[in-house]
């Protein structure tokens, strides 16, 4: 089961004993700020888990997938996310089936 | 943005918490995160993005050091699929500011 921000609310409930409504808003805030640093371009660093980084790509020729058209892909902004040292080695020990 | 600026910024907008318990509640978050990828199973934030496993298959890698071969078992690497709301945010305010650490 897919880890949702109802669970992290219920985390903080739980184990930290803040009420449902602070643990509420302290997720949602989390994920905002980290929204908002990316949206003043300010790449977004968390020790232990993972660096959100920011790409900015120039204009390239792609196609329609569906229709085989070729249509041009515009110069964007994107977040990519490189994960830290720690979590990789924590995630690389899983060896179940996805 | 840094892990201990965040801190600091979450403690500024919820001022009747202290600010060592706005770094547990980041820690407490952070920490099941990277407990649930841990253990295969994958995070979604609607708005902010979804974090999954990609398997890596076994290959032979070298030693930097001696040149000789060795064989690397699969493995799984954390992947991040931004969410659209973060992606167009992202994207409409690139003209306004540079990239920045």
Redesign the interface.
Same mark, same amino acid.
């Given at each position: 089961?897919?880890?949702?921000?109802a669970?992290?609310s219920e985390?903080?409930f739980d !184990?930290?004993g803040?009420n449902k409504r !602070?643990a509420k808003?302290?997720?949602e805030?989390?994920?905002e !700020?980290?929204?908002e640093?990316? &949206?003043?371009? !300010? &790449?977004?660093? /968390?020790?232990?888990?993972?660096k959100?980084e920011?790409?900015?790509k120039t204009s390239r020729p792609g196609r329609n997938p569906k229709t085989g058209e070729e249509v041009a892909i515009t110069a964007?902004?994107?977040?990519?996310?490189r994960?830290g040292q720690? /979590?990789?080695a924590?995630?690389?020990?899983?060896a179940?089936v996805? | 943005m840094t892990k201990s600026e965040l801190i600091e910024v979450l403690a500024k907008q919820q001022p009747h918490l202290a600010l060592k318990d706005v770094e547990q509640v980041v820690k407490c978050i952070l920490e099941q995160m990277s407990q649930s990828l841990a253990s295969g199973d994958r995070i979604e934030i609607r708005g902010f993005g979804s974090f999954s496993l990609h398997y890596r298959p076994p290959r032979m890698g070298r030693n930097p050091k001696t040149g000789g071969s060795v064989a690397l078992s699969s493995k799984h690497v954390p992947h991040f699929k931004p969410g659209k709301e973060l992606r167009e945010r992202v994207d409409e305010s690139r003209e306004k500011y540079p990239i920045t650490e």
């Open positions: 089961m897919a880890l949702t921000k669970d992290f985390k903080l !184990e930290l803040l !602070e808003d302290l997720v805030l989390f994920f !700020e980290i929204k640093s990316l &949206e003043r371009g !300010e &790449e977004v660093k /968390l020790s232990g888990f993972g959100f920011l790409r900015d964007r902004r994107v977040v990519t996310f994960s720690k /979590l990789k924590r995630v690389e020990a899983y179940g996805q | -």
